[in-house]
């Protein structure tokens, strides 16, 4: 008997028979456990990602509507706002059933310098959900489930802000289709539509005493008398250089005047800044010039009967000088004339006084009833004289009759750096953030430096390189060196709030671009509520 | 006298016909796994295009066009799902959301109507909420390659090829 069991023994330790089976089925076990556990996790994945799109979405909605209601008690403010951010999760399919939600105002922290206020003043929202995601195969292993986390914190929008337009509305921009003439003729609506586009995306209205406010300035050149050399009744212009200035301040006794227009003070009358960008002259506001306005247009500078010498060919034209050149120290003139740089500033101009005061508009109350202060200036060129357009930067244009280009640039910086600074109008209140939009020709596919052929205005380097571009560049980005940057991109950088070393405040584009667009985009960057976490 | 063979010693082969047993099995399971990765990659691809094409028709609200809204997913496809030139548009109306196809991507989303270049839709103003929605077809895209349809005898069993939809609302800046 127990010589049979010893058999039985041997026998089964040689027997290989469903060996593979149990090996299989180890195998089988192990690849289980392991494809069990891709899919537990993609799908983890998969929702921690829609439960993070659900936070994003609420903190951005319950911020927008914090800062929308400003006007409300704060209790009131606070729970429209928590309940904007609820209804948000839930059309997110996040809820109280399926997860633990919290929802927090953050209080305004105000910056260094700028007055606690009395009460707490809620601009941001806070969101945190966790979430229990149930496994399919984990639970083989003792995890039936995963906690997910995911927070998410918003900063309401800016809705407080005064925001003037400078717009350049020289000759070069009618010649390139962008803005109207009526007496050459010519219709261009880029402008237009960019304001438009601009009023429009931050939607301002008098229903909204707290939201933005918009004005419009345009700008241009220098309005001179000019030499009558030969005293014979007509206007000589010399395109060859042989006389060393053309215009005059003081041969009939009268001085230059800069060519500006404050078309609109701020305001939130929406209506009344879409008529002045893009409405017709029976729509006009009233005050406004439709020469110049309803919609926006170039308005012509005629003296009279020009005689044009280039070495021994003369050209007559009786609608002389037509364009006013450009002077880019008139985009700040027009909203600070008090400034020492704006001696020239027409004298309405001058009696309407700084732009963002109160008497214009301007909403200038202590601590947070201060609004914020915004420019934008809207450029397609470099300082220059008409017609003497052909003089590189930074050199003397011989037809200017005062200060040569250079003085231009080295005053329009001035000006920026004044506008910019705190008290900027010797009355307190903030400085003004400047942001500039450089919209320049990219004629002949390459920038040519130190040269202006094909086009003397297609002076912006970076405006030849593609979108997206270097500048502004994603935020902290650096700006690109010198040798990537004309004179005039690295003057249009100076003079625009950028922070030190970047461009995050100038936005050139080529005029094959859209224009309008730009400013839609720019409405949007000013005054978005962003996520903060 | 001849004693018969004892059939079951032998073992030439076995192994062989072992190996190539369980080789199909697992090739299939491996392959499944991958089929399963991709099929991931692509619905989690479609959830982030979701929330992307949400958020910047959000903030381009006014001006962006049903057709602008095509293009940009086209322009801006994530790994794992195939774009192609958009098709089968369907603009949309104050009562007809705005749907399209870019490759196999089926979107779907808050309309525009237009008044010239500006969007007038109540839905698209600011502070209102708009929604998108995308629904990828792995069918005849690279991500599927294990078939669909299995039949076994009268039985026949069809594995759907669409992942399921995604939608996400946000609020219009």
Known sequence: MQMRLRRLVAAARTRESAQIMVLFVVFIMVLLVLAGSAYDYASIVVDDAKLQNAVDASALAGADALTSNQTLPASTQVALAIATTNSYLSDNQVTSSNSTIAVTPVPWVPGAGTPTPVATVYTGISVNVTRNHPTAFWPLVGVPQVTLHNAGAAQGASNMMDIMLAMDTT???????????????????????????????????????????????????????????????????????????????????????????????????????????????????????????????????????????????????????????????????????????????PSAVSTNGFAWSTANGGRNGSGTAQAHRVLVIMTDGQDEAWPTTGVAP???????????????????????????????????????EIYVVGYFCTDGGSYQSGTYPPNNFCESQIAYTSAPRACPGPPGASAPSSSQLSPIDQLLIQVSSSSPGTCDHYIPLSKTESLPTVFSQLAGTISRGRLTQ | MMRPRRRHQREGGQALVEFALTLSVFSIFVMLVIQLGLLFVAYYSETRMARETARWLAVNSKTTTDDLVATHMQNTMLPGLAGAAPSNQVTGTTSVDASVDVGSLHAQYTPCVTNGSVCTDSDRAPGATLY??????????????????FRIGSLEVNVPTSLPAYRVYVLVE
């Open chain 1, 171 to 345: 000759g070069s921009l009618v010649l390139t289709g962008d803005l109207t003439d009526t007496g050459m003729g010519k219709t261009g609506t880029t402008l237009s539509s960019a304001i438009t586009n601009f009023v429009q995306q931050l939607n301002p209205t008098s229903t909204d005493p707290l939201g933005p406010k918009i004005g419009i300035a345009r700008y241009a050149g220098i309005k001179c008398s000019w030499k009558d050399l030969n005293s014979d009744g007509n206007i000589d212009v010399y395109g060859d250089n042989s006389q060393p200035n053309e215009y005059t301040k003081t041969q009939t006794g009268t001085s230059c005047t800069d060519d500006v227009t404050v078309l609109s003070n701020l305001t939130q009358n929406q209506t009344n800044l879409v008529n002045i960008a893009s409405g017709t002259s029976g729509s006009c506001p009233s005050g406004v010039p439709t020469t110049e306005a309803c919609p926006l247009q170039h308005h012509p500078y005629i003296l009279g009967t020009e005689v044009y010498h280039n070495g021994g060919s003369t050209q007559t034209n009786s609608y002389f000088p037509y364009f006013t050149g450009t002077k880019e120290p008139n985009a700040i003139c027009a909203l600070m004339p008090a400034d020492s740089n704006c001696a020239e500033v």
């Open chain 1, 394 to 432: 930074n050199q003397t244009d011989y037809a200017f009759p005062e200060s040569p280009a250079s003085q231009y640039d080295s005053m329009f910086t001035s000006l920026a750096t004044n506008l910019k600074a705190n008290n900027p109008d010797g009355n307190g209140g903030p400085g003004v």
């Open chain 2, 132 to 149: 998108v929605q995308l629904q990828y077809n792995v069918a005849g895209s690279h991500v599927l390659f294990l078939p669909t349809n």
